[in-house]
């Protein structure tokens, strides 16, 4: 199996975070347990450019599909087979360009190659999201502290007015920081709630990680698992993460993105279909 570059990208950000956070010492001992013989310590590479590196090494090679089976291995999705599943399959419209597909039997992963690419189209999804209507998108309804939300009203006027000046690159940016601030005064303010989670984030002892620590597909997961947000929303709130990676040129430039208006303007809606969801249903753990 050889893949392209944006699969790779999209196996990366599996990899380091999107399965589970890997801190430098996790990224090593689980590329060790694909048979190489690296050590963490000074002058080790970031994590980004670390798993890039590996698996430009094994791409092509019978050792790739043994790192996607590792990372895709449904044992450490029990209680949540859905999400794995949810993962695979969007996977798979990476791995479509490469005319192969991953699939899940029980408890085993494996390979098909494909005749032809085959891929689903999900811009009549990304339309209809886009449609929707929040009426009167209110940050007061969420009740954070009238400090925090006077910043994230200004930033919203901010990516708005970045929109209106085609700065695509700047709403990315900023709705996805806006979106990280606004889930993290949630779980200040309601720290039970988010930390009783199933989808809070662990440490290597099973302790749940300070917030400070979390990322924000933690917080994500999280939102979703209390209600605050609906599974589209979690979704694009997903893509929108994905996109404010870029915030560091060099990624930018590896990966070859280049924002849209579209693209900006699916963040925009994902930042106000997040708040407006959660101002709906924050009763669900103000209680």
Known sequence: MNLSKKSLEKLRILINEETEYRSGPKLVEFFNELGFYDSYGKGFPSRWQYTDEKLKTINGSPILEKCIQNVLYPSNYIGRISDLDDIIAEFNKFLAFDKWIVTRKGAEIGFSPLEKIEFDDSDNHDNWFLKREFGNV??????????????????????????????????????????????????????????????????????????????????????????????????????????????????????????????????????????????????????
């Open 138 to 287: 209110s940050l007061e309804n969420i009740g954070l502290e009238e400090q925090v939300t006077q910043v994230l009203k200004q930033r919203i006027s901010e990516i708005e007015g970045c929109f209106l000046a085609n700065a695509f690159l700047a709403v990315i940016l900023l709705a996805g920081s806006t979106l990280e601030g606004l889930l993290y005064g949630l779980a200040c303010k309601y720290p039970e709630q988010f930390n009783s989670s199933k989808s809070s984030p662990k440490d290597s002892n099973g302790k749940v990680r300070l917030f400070k620590n979390w990322t924000l597909s933690d917080f994500i997961d999280v939102a979703l698992d209390l209600g605050l947000i609906q599974k589209d929303t979690c979704k694009f709130s997903h893509s929108l993460r994905d996109f404010r990676n870029y915030i560091h040129p060099f990624n930018q430039v590896n990966s070859g993105f280049n924002p849209r208006e579209q693209t900006a303007k699916l963040c925009l809606q994902t930042l106000k279909a997040a708040i407006h969801e959660i101002s709906e249903n924050v009763y669900k753990i103000n209680k």
